[in-house]
Structure formats: structure tokens, C-alpha cells
């Protein structure tokens, strides 16, 4: 089994929308990230959550909201979807070590907004 | 903020090539990360470094971290075509709290 799963692996909704992404780990890290990739722009930080308690934003976390329901889950909202977040969404882990800095990334959820 | 300037943007090479690709930054990183990633399928870690002027292989792919701590390479041997894919570089930033991408590098093998 995978240890970084994230639902749906693709979804379509229509502009205006509520949608959240899932992402659920069996890693045992701490801190967890979401990300947004657009083609030819790598990868932008949405939120990141370094424990249950601990919610902090990323450089484009206008338009989505996050949850850490638990160590191993992480989940990001979108509130009024509008096209221009059509994108592939990541979620990855990373362990609390400071020496460490590896990422570990789910299989991605491809959103398109009509 | 801090930046990573990866290049080149895309390669197309002949299976049995050799392949370098570099990520620089007009700022120090302390870490160096490489990824790569298949269609559909999210970042895998390759490579990582942790000291300004380590080398370190993982089969036939080497990275180098920077002596300047401001760039970084990753060279693959005798390309294959399963090594078709994007390369990401990513460093962590200065307060260690997030990784820092460079926007891929494209790698096209025709065998």
C-alpha cells in the first residue's frame, strides 16, 4: 500500500463549487504540505501543517483553507472554486528531524473547474 | 524571497546519452534536493545533499551540492528510455520550515 494516498485521484466541478482534497499518510511524520503544480511552474506551497495544532500558509494560499483532522490526515478546501485553480494538487509528508529536509509526495489529484 | 533558477527547461536526447541539468540560486541553501516525475504519478525523491561540495550517486544518477552553496547538478549516465520524466531541484529554505522547487527540467529519450 502506499504510504501518502490523497481522494479523488481527478475530479471536475463547476465555478462556485465547495470541494475538498484528501490526503491521509501511514508514514508517521508530523508535518504535512499541500501543493499546487501548473505546467511550467514547478511546485507552489499552498498550507503546511507541522502538528494537529499547527496550521501555517504557503505563498498561494488565497482561495483555500486547510484541515489537519489528525496526524495522518490532511485535507484542503477549495470554497468557491474558480477556473484558474484548475491544477494538479500534491500532498506530502516530511518526518520532524531537523536534519532532514525529504519530502515525501501522494500520487496527486488532477481538479479541473468549468 | 528565495528562488531556483533550473535549467535547461527541456532536453531531448538519444537512449545511451549522457544528461546534465543544474539548479542555481542567487541566495545559499543548505540543502539540495533532486525529483523526479513520471506522467501522472507525484515527485519521487532521488537524491538528496547536506554538505556544500558532497557528491553523491544512486546508480546511474550522481548530484552535486555546490561548493557556493548556491547551485546544484545532477548528471545521468547512459540515459534509458524510463528515464523520461521531469527533474525537479528543490532547496530548503533559510528557516527550514518548507522546500523551495525549481519549475523542471523536461527529459525526452528517443531510443
Known amino acids: 500500500d502506499a504510504d501518502v494516498t490523497q481522494t479523488p485521484r481527478n475530479r471536475i466541478t463547476k465555478t462556485g463549487k465547495r470541494i475538498m482534497l484528501e490526503c491521509s499518510q501511514t508514514?508517521?511524520?508530523?508535518?504535512m504540505y499541500w501543493y499546487r503544480q501548473d505546467p511550467g511552474l514547478g511546485l507552489q506551497l499552498i498550507y503546511y501543517s507541522f502538528d494537529v495544532k499547527d496550521i501555517n500558509k504557503g505563498e498561494i494560499s488565497d482561495g483555500y483553507s486547510v484541515s489537519r483532522q489528525a496526524q495522518a490526515k490532511f485535507s484542503l478546501s477549495l470554497e468557491s472554486a474558480i477556473p484558474n485553480q484548475t491544477a494538479l494538487y500534491f500532498c506530502?509528508?516530511?518526518?520532524?528531524?531537523?536534519?532532514?529536509?525529504?519530502?515525501?509526495f501522494g500520487p496527486g489529484t488532477r481538479l479541473t473547474v468549468t | 524571497g528565495q528562488q531556483l533558477n533550473q535549467s535547461p527547461q527541456s532536453m531531448f536526447i538519444q537512449e545511451g546519452e549522457d544528461v546534465s541539468m543544474n539548479c542555481t540560486s542567487s541566495?545559499?541553501?543548505?540543502?539540495w534536493l533532486w525529483y523526479k516525475q513520471d506522467p501522472g504519478e507525484g515527485p519521487v525523491l532521488l537524491i538528496a545533499?547536506?554538505?556544500?561540495?558532497e557528491l553523491t550517486s544512486n546508480g546511474r544518477l550522481t548530484a552535486q551540492f555546490g561548493i557556493t552553496r548556491k547551485d546544484s547538478f545532477l548528471n545521468i549516465s547512459a540515459s534509458i528510455p524510463s528515464d523520461v520524466g521531469i527533474y525537479f531541484c528543490?532547496?530548503?529554505?533559510?528557516?527550514?520550515?518548507?522546500?523551495?522547487f525549481g519549475k523542471g527540467t523536461t527529459l525526452s529519450v528517443s531510443s
Open positions: 545533499l547536506y554538505k556544500a561540495g
Open positions: 541566495s545559499i541553501f543548505n540543502t
Open positions: 508514514k508517521g511524520h508530523d508535518r
Open positions: 528543490a532547496g530548503a529554505n533559510q528557516a527550514g520550515t518548507a522546500l523551495i
Open positions: 506530502a509528508t516530511r518526518s520532524t528531524g531537523r536534519t532532514t529536509y525529504e519530502q515525501y
